[in-house]
């Protein structure tokens, strides 16, 4: 499945560093999604996207900065995690919003140290 | 606050047997989607449900939609290797807040 991509796979980074995630969708959907999914937890919702304006962020510190520069694409910067932050974060698309069924991409498997 | 629990965590089977997962939200859901999740893999949509009592088949998996909007349930017929993976519902409550469950992971004995 490409209809959505996430790169990198897989990132290492130290409290310190600033890096981004970056997704796309080749699907058309109007709407995208940051998910963050921990072990033992559920998938957590953290910003939703709909026409390229951010329509939800739910709770999440600062750290963690989206940018939907336009449909398809949707970016994650991160600064300064915390070990905590160390998850899979999934993005996805669906067209029409959440109340349609969702594309998810493969996930970027994160690790801080 | 908003609560999606299912119900069980984790269920073994012996291929060929059924499985059934329940799921349980805190308050009303608009509709409720499955997804499935193979290990090492993302979630995949199944199949979403909008009206109260709603039932629907795919293969050997029926989905229903309690009368209440509150619960759900997924059912497998004579499980096989390929059913293994996690499954979630999800759905957007009245207030358009979008919730996922938190999961069965079903493993198959062959």
């Known amino acids: 499945e490409t209809g959505v991509t996430q790169t990198p796979r897989h990132l290492v980074m130290g409290m310190t560093n600033k890096k981004s995630l970056k997704c796309e969708q080749h699907?058309?959907?109007?709407?995208m999604y940051w998910y963050k999914q921990s072990a033992k937890k559920p998938l957590e919702l953290m910003f939703v996207y709909s026409l390229e304006e951010r329509v939800e962020n739910n709770s999440v510190p600062s750290r963690f900065s989206p940018e939907c520069p336009n449909s398809s694409h949707l970016f994650l910067h991160l600064h300064t995690l915390q070990p905590e932050d160390s998850a899979l974060y999934l993005c996805?698309?669906?067209?029409?919003?959440?109340?349609?069924?969702?594309?998810f991409g493969p996930g970027t498997r994160l690790t801080v140290t | 606050g908003q609560q999606v629990m299912q119900i069980p965590q984790y269920q073994h089977v012996q291929e060929g047997e059924d499985f059934t997962t329940y799921c349980n939200s805190s308050?009303?859901?608009?509709?409720i989607q499955w997804y499935k999740q193979r290990p090492g893999g993302h979630p995949v949509f199944l199949i979403q449900l909008v009206k109260s009592g709603e039932v629907k088949k795919q293969k050997r998996l029926t989905f229903q939609f309690g009368e209440a909007k509150k619960n759900s349930s997924l059912h497998i017929t004579a499980t096989q290797t390929t059913d293994v993976g996690t499954y979630f519902c999800a759905g957007p409550n009245t207030g358009n807040q979008f919730y996922f469950g938190t999961g069965t992971s079903l493993t198959v004995i062959p």
């Open positions: 308050t009303t859901l608009s509709n």
């Open positions: 699907l058309g959907h109007n709407a």
């Open positions: 996805a698309s669906s067209q029409g919003g959440r109340n349609y069924e969702q594309y």
